[in-house]
């Protein structure tokens, strides 16, 4: 991004954008790629602390460019080893971003946008309304906050915060290739996911230039229902985003499309709907990941009973589908989706409460 003093802020660049900004300098690519690894792998910030790099360099960097990561305003633990953090961005703004430990790894859940504009109606983000995408520094400045509190870089990171990232497809897409590159973050393909209700054209774009793993929030076996609790899904109904998933995961047998399928009491989870389901998905390499939903105030659905969502798991099972249930996690620090994480501050300076933001979503591996 190019601020009105035009300073670039050297977050918003992967790593080919680093060398050409290097080379638009006068200087050589390979200092870019230094630079690129002080920021990312180091998590240096300060040009006069990157060793490497000549005085000469480091003053015209000083000229022209800086490295602004989100601020941590907020971190809290949960007895489950949950750890959410809350970041501001320059604008006053704020995201959360959480980390899920699980048996020595490290999910990073990671938001794209603040707010969303999609309106699904069992989702706490869409009554905030959107606000706004955010950037590549943005985005990979979750990344760089949480590998500093980590000490080391996530073992997985989940576009599943807060947003449709395939709404903010350039940033995302660019924010992704630093997660996978080998002089940053280093997290192969098949531990970066992005989680998407289905924007066909977006998604077909995405397979051209990336091939992470794919997550999406299905809810429901056929178009009428889906209608209502996706409305996307007018635009893009379920016989032209199942082939695009399909052809998604093409040509890789490691590769499976992940179904999102938030449980939601008397409206999605009967055994017919799970039959439904099971057609469906004939065909296409899938595992469905059963969400037991998060209420959230003023919301008119219920959570699925446990015994009814291990029976529509059961029988997805038995049809030969990879089915899990993701497992509820953070809720005593309301890290859990759909639960209070703090205050967003919108242009207007309208002060929205985010009880809104849907965070942890888990159960990917
Ligand atoms: N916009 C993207 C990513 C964000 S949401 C998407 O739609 O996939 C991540 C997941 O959490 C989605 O599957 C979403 O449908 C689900 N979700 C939203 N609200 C929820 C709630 N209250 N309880 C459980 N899951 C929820």
Known sequence: MVNETNITNLLDLDLKGMESFF???????????????????????????????????????????????????????????????????????????????????????????????????????????????????????????????LGT????????????????????????????????????????????????????????????????????PDNELRNKLVPINRKYPLEELIPACREFVRGDKRRKVTWEYVMLDGINDSLQHAKALIRLLEGTPSKVNLIPFNPFPGTHYQTSPADRVEAFRMRLKRSGIIATTRKTRGDDIDAACGQLVGKVRDRSSRELRLDKLDTIKLGIS
Request: glycine share 6%.
């Open 23 to 149: 080379l638009g300098l006068g200087s050589k690519a390979f200092h870019g790629r230094n630079v690129f690894k002080w920021i990312h792998k180091h998590g240096v910030t300060d040009f006069d602390a990157m060793t490497d790099i000549s005085k000469r360099l480091r003053e015209q960097l000083h000229q022209c460019a800086e490295v602004t990561v989100p601020q941590l305003v907020f971190e809290q633990p949960a007895s489950d080893g949950t750890r959410k953090w809350v970041l501001e961005l320059q604008d006053g703004q704020r995201i959360e971003t959480v980390c899920i430990p699980d048996d020595g790894r490290n999910t990073i859940c990671v938001s794209s946008q603040v707010g969303c504009a999609l309106d699904c109606s069992f989702c706490s983000t869409a009554r905030q309304g959107f606000n706004r995408n955010l950037t590549v520094a943005e985005i990979i400045g979750q990344i760089w906050v949480a590998s500093r509190k």
């Open 153 to 220: 870089a996530p073992s997985n990171i989940v576009m599943m915060g807060m947003g449709e990232p395939l709404a903010n497809i350039d940033a995302v897409i660019t924010a992704m290739n630093i997660m996978q590159d080998d002089l940053a973050y280093m997290v192969s393909k098949y531990r970066v996911t992005i989680s998407t209700s289905g924007l066909v054209p977006a998604l077909n774009r995405l397979r051209e230039v990336s091939d992470v793993s794919l997550a999406v929030s299905l809810h429901a």
